[in-house]
């Protein structure tokens, strides 16, 4: 699935899809190491139909869910449902069973729904009733959120949050992208999407990812990274301690060095360097640094910390 194919996959998503080579991208690195991809970026930015793209691409079952203030934790993972013909209770499977999941305006669900997907991301497991099922792999959740709503959206906890590998901020296409997306549309001129990977391919390529070499310094480097979300005042950043109230929790190092290592793959390269951790840091730990008032109020984002911390980080 090396270079060549990886290729084909971005040319065969592009049929539907104008742009948004990172989005893209993060997709696959979620894919080649089973991490869940959270999507934020306003309406319209062809968010839900990259993963539905994709899906067709790989030749995965997908589903999608639309989250509601009115769903309910059975409308994802299912429910005992009683048959009076034989008077038992019979299990019915919700669309969380898939390969794809794709959580649309998840931050649209209230706790209680959110909460049903901790089991699901973390172990790959459903429970109902007294059954436990385990889910077909691979297995992703793709979720996209509006961050300009707030009429009727609840933000996601930080539990939660932490379960998803990358955090995409998608943004607007470039001015020829959204001319080319326009002649399109109005054209109607989209080609059909033809499945170009299997299940089987998948597997090879995710033995031959972690094949890939990180060198001793570059672990390191990964995870001073990552504590310097929480020692800011042992990295210099003394400054900014009074706007971060939580950096990112082990989690985010794992992710890092998986992240790292399937840009790499993507790339054709046979190692990781610091370039490639720097390009999926802030993907991988900006929605777990939690900000405090005192940065809000003083427009201090997660994006603006992760830039110090690479800047003062040693290099290997």
């Known amino acids: 699935m090396r270079s060549t194919l990886i290729e084909e996959i971005k040319q065969e998503i592009s049929k539907s899809v104008v742009g948004q080579e990172k989005m893209i991208e993060s997709l696959l690195i979620g894919l080649l190491c089973q991490g869940h991809i959270l999507l934020e970026g306003v309406p319209g930015l062809a968010k839900t139909t990259t993963v539905n793209a994709l899906s067709r691409v790989l030749g995965l079952k997908f589903k999608r869910v639309q989250f509601t203030p009115d769903l309910l934790p059975s409308d994802i993972v299912g429910t005992e449902i009683y048959d009076p013909a034989t008077n038992s209770f019979k299990i019915k499977h919700g669309p969380v069973f898939t390969n794809l999941l794709l959580a649309d305006e998840i931050n649209r669900a209230p706790a209680k729904v959110q909460s049903a997907l901790l089991e699901v991301m973390q172990e790959r497991q459903v429970t109902i009733g007294d059954d436990t099922f385990k889910l077909e ?54 080609e059909t999407i033809e499945q170009k990977v299997t ?86 730990l900006r929605h777990r640094i939690v900000l405090s008032y005192e940065a809000q109020a003083s427009d201090i984002t997660q994006d603006d910390i992760i830039n110090k911390i690479l800047s003062v980080v040693p290099i290997p």
């Open 137 to 190: 792999l691979p297995f992703l959740v793709l979720a996209t959120q509006n961050p300009i709503e707030h009429e009727g959206a609840y933000a996601l906890p930080e539990a939660q949050l932490d379960r998803f590998m990358m955090k995409v901020v998608v943004g607007y296409n470039t001015k020829e992208e959204e001319l080319e997306i326009a002649r399109r549309v109005a054209q109607n001129n989209f």
């Open 199 to 284: 299940k089987e391919d998948i597997d090879v390529a995710v033995k031959e990812m972690r094949s890939i070499h990180l060198d001793p310094q570059i672990e390191e480097y990964i995870v001073e990274l990552v504590r310097a979300t929480r020692e800011l005042k042992g990295y210099g950043l003394e400054e900014y301690k009074p706007f971060v109230e939580f950096g990112a929790s082990p989690r985010a190092s794992i992710d890092l060095y998986k992240a790292s290592r399937a840009v790499a793959y993507i790339k054709g390269y046979d190692h990781v360097s610091p370039i490639e951790i720097a390009y999926v840091a802030k993907e991988v």
